[in-house]
């Protein structure tokens, strides 16, 4: 029990600081708070500055699988703070419960909307705005709300859906049960506890720290974080340059986020009514060519005389997961967007993220482009570390910006790192670092289901 307490704890922090569960200041002195309850439970707050501008942005928080749901209506107190000085509403819900709960998160948004608008008036304009899953949720209220919404800025979000997402996430434990505790049986799904999944991430844990003493060991370290997509920069870290420093940096990010990803698959397992995800059919060596590090895995297992092929060839052989049906289609019915957008929207997403790498913005604006709304699109880059490592300049941008092409009707490169860098830089805020980027192909998505 000590583990999973351990394991848990290390979850409300990583989950407080994603929402940004710190209370906020009041949301600025002139601003009027305003809460409910909606009828499935889920409550709402809402701040309307005393100089309110006529926009409301409706917030959607990022992943919460603590038992304490509260409702969240901004990024972090001084993006609330920034937004409210110039004029902008603010709302957001708790949602009806704490963890995956993509089935009700969009829907209690909306409620959310209708019910502050009843109190506070229509919005000239309405923005969504997520985080992480909230970024996920915002997305689809791009699809949903078009009638009612105006625009949305979606922010590190899991745009490439919770079944991709556990898909590339299951290649990577595949690969980590595989490589560094072979023999063993490792249960990688379908936990029926929470006690479980802390017993396999600390198996996993622990043959990390024991595989990254060897040149062998380091080598296939490299491979595993290759298929979970784990980026190299660290934060509070100086950018790797050589091929040493940056596969340090992904088996420290990896190890960082494991417990929080092993426990989050128990808790999506446990909404979904089962195991959403497969990896029966998939060839890793195609995987881990599609990934971009190849060369890198490759120099690695050279250096250490081991053969890169027999690994690949051993994970393809042995991948035997399969999907439970009901709850693939839980999940596809809940937790995965169409691309098929309704309004503008911006997703920003920054350049080294270990939660939810950056490679899921390649996905939907693949889903985007094939649904032919690519014209409503636009993604925006940061230089930083870290999971929603964004400053309050870069969150105040990305809403003006997309407001500025509502207002407009086009995009006019209101999107290009060099414009939004430079609007970030005029408002006084604080460091901005928009960058151009490309996120390597996204690994998660694969079909039909096994």
């Not at 749901?69 to 709302?91: H, M």
Request: proline share 6%.
């Amino acid at each position: 029990m000590k583990t999973v307490r351990r394991l848990l704890i290390a979850t409300v922090i990583t989950s407080m600081a994603v929402l940004g569960l710190v209370p906020t200041t009041a949301q600025a002195a002139a601003a009027t708070r305003y809460d409910g309850v909606l009828p499935n439970g889920a409550t709402w707050i809402a701040d309307v500055p005393a100089n309110w501008n006529g926009t409301l942005l409706l917030y959607s928080h990022g992943y919460n699988p603590t038992p304490v749901n509260p409702p969240v209506n901004s990024p972090d107190p001084a993006t609330a703070e920034a937004l409210l000085a110039r004029g902008y509403a603010l709302a957001g819900s708790s949602y009806s419960r704490p963890g995956w709960v993509a089935d009700t998160a969009a829907q209690d948004g909306l409620d959310t909307l209708q019910a502050v608008s009843g109190i506070i008036g229509k919005p000239r304009r309405a923005i969504a705005l997520g985080t992480s899953f909230g970024g996920m949720v915002t997305g689809q209220l791009a699809e949903r709300g078009g009638r009612r919404l105006d625009g949305a800025v979606a922010t590190c979000g899991l745009m490439g859906g919770g079944i991709d997402l556990h898909n590339y996430q299951l290649d990577g434990s595949h690969a980590l049960a595989q490589l560094l505790l072979p023999g063993e049986q490792v249960k990688l799904v379908r936990f029926t506890s929470p006690a479980e999944a802390a017993a396999t991430s600390d198996r996993m844990i622990a043959a990390l720290d024991q595989a990254w003493t060897t040149p062998a060991g380091r080598a296939r370290i490299a491979l595993i974080t290759a298929l979970y997509q784990e980026p190299s920069w660290v934060a509070g870290q100086p950018k790797p340059v050589d091929v040493d420093a940056q596969v340090t940096g992904q088996y420290q990010n990896l190890r960082a986020i494991l417990p929080f990803i092993v426990l989050g698959r128990a808790d999506v397992e446990r909404s979904a009514g089962g195991n959403p995800a497969w990896n029966k059919g998939v060839n890793y060596g195609r995987q881990l060519a599609e990934s971009g590090r190849l060369a890198q895995v490759a120099q690695l297992y050279g250096r250490a005389g081991v053969d890169l092929h027999a690994d690949l060839n051993l994970l393809t052989r042995t991948a035997n997961v399969t999907a439970d049906p009901a709850a693939y289609d839980w999940m596809l019915r809940t937790s995965t967007l169409t691309g098929r957008l309704a309004m503008p929207v911006l997703t920003m997403h920054t350049t080294d993220d270990g939660l939810v790498p950056a490679q899921h913005q390649e996905e939907y604006a693949e889903d985007v482009r094939h649904s032919g709304a690519s014209g409503l699109l636009r993604q925006a880059y940061t230089d930083h570390a870290g999971h929603c490592a964004f400053t309050p300049a870069e969150l105040v941008t990305a809403v003006l910006t997309v407001e500025q092409r509502i207002e407009t009707g086009r995009w006019d490169g209101l999107a290009d790192p060099r414009r939004l860098q430079a609007r970030a830089s005029s408002l006084g805020l604080g460091p901005a670092a928009f960058v151009s980027f490309r996120p390597a192909e996204f690994l998660g998505d694969r079909s039909p289901r096994h």
